[in-house]
């Protein structure tokens, strides 16, 4: 009987060798011992080899892993409870294996294509594990944006309903760009607006034409008036598209207005004054028309540290300060009906300039 337990010793670890599972020298009859970390011989050479066979080659091993291929199928290998020490050895393989194809391919959802980095989410699930030190770092990317400074004068404009900041931030965007063309006003309005309103030119052309010849402080009047039969709503996210459209041309005509200064020589100078978090921005400008070279003049007050620029095609004139103060710049020989870019920049983290557009309009003479 020892000599048929030795023989089939020895057929087993010639197995073992054929599939380089062991690093046995030929003709020793003992395995070398092997040192089992954590599940798997770290130590063994052909560890590493594992890495490397496809899917084919694991079930070559699994199917010459059977017994029944054998020649002592019928004499039990070892006693009842023993765990076999090759199939813990597969058991290793195989999951280092599957940790190696998770990390390579992760897996997907159902509502998958690729690989999403959900940060937000698993922000929430650490803070939420750990309610003892919860994580500086806020939920949610939008907590750390500050609100434009430039939105508290966009709270006085003359409308029935106020506009959601998403909105206004919108608008105030586009009426930058649009002061600096030469488009007509209806133009400029459709051009701010049509962002909000895709494939709507039609019905904003139309509603336009409504808003330019509405008088100027008339706005709230006009959006109650504007569609008869029916109540207008509370709130803009109340109201249907059509009145949604009255409601952002109204505020684009007032934002282009506040942001226009037009100067000629009827009325050579202007003040303008727009309210901002930190306080009331002043500005003067003054052309001297009429005079040989024109000087475009600006002065203006700031409620905090900033910079004032004056754009004139290739001419250019900036001056800043770092406290709350006077500023003033001036340009030489600007020719006329031509619109000239003013931007105010203020000392605060993370705020764009706010750009006016000033316009030398050249009169007729009346001789």
Known sequence: ?????????????????????TDVPPGTGQPAPAQNIDGVYRD?????????????EFGVFASQMGLHNLPFQREPLLQPGELPAVQDR???????????????????????????????????????????EPSPVPVGASANRQRPVWLTQ????????????TVLVQLLERCQEAVQSSLREGAKLVRVVESLFPDQSQSLNQLAGLVMVSPARSGGALASTAFQGSD??????????????????LAAREIIGSLTLSLSASAPTLERQWLTAAGVLTLQAGYTF???????????????????????????ASTQRT?????????????TSQTYSLEVELQIPDQNPLVFAIGLVDEPSLA
């Not at 009987?1 to 599972?21: K, P, T, Y």
């Not at 009429?290 to 007050?301: F, K, S």
């Open 1 to 21: 009987m020892n000599e048929d337990s030795d023989a089939m010793q020895q057929s087993f670890i010639r197995l073992l060798q054929d599939l380089a599972l």
């Open 44 to 56: 063994d050479p052909a560890v590493a080899a594992w890495d490397t066979l496809d899917s084919e």
């Open 90 to 132: 597969f058991h290793a393989l195989l999951k280092r294996r599957l940790q190696t194809e998770i990390q390579r391919h992760p897996p997907l959802f159902p509502w998958e294509t690729e690989i999403t980095d959900y940060e937000t989410e698993s922000l929430g699930v650490l803070q939420m594990a750990d309610m003892t």
């Open 154 to 165: 966009l709270q006085n404009l003359n409308l029935p309903v106020s506009l959601p900041e």
């Open 232 to 249: 207008f709503p509370t709130s803009y996210e109340a109201a249907v598209p059509a009145q949604q459209m009255v409601l952002s041309l």
């Open 290 to 316: 009429g005079q040989t070279p024109g000087r475009l003049q600006i002065q203006g007050t700031l409620p905090c540290g900033g910079r004032l620029s004056l754009k004139a095609g290739e001419a250019h």
């Open 323 to 335: 406290s709350p103060g006077g500023l003033s710049l001036e340009l030489l020989d600007l020719p």
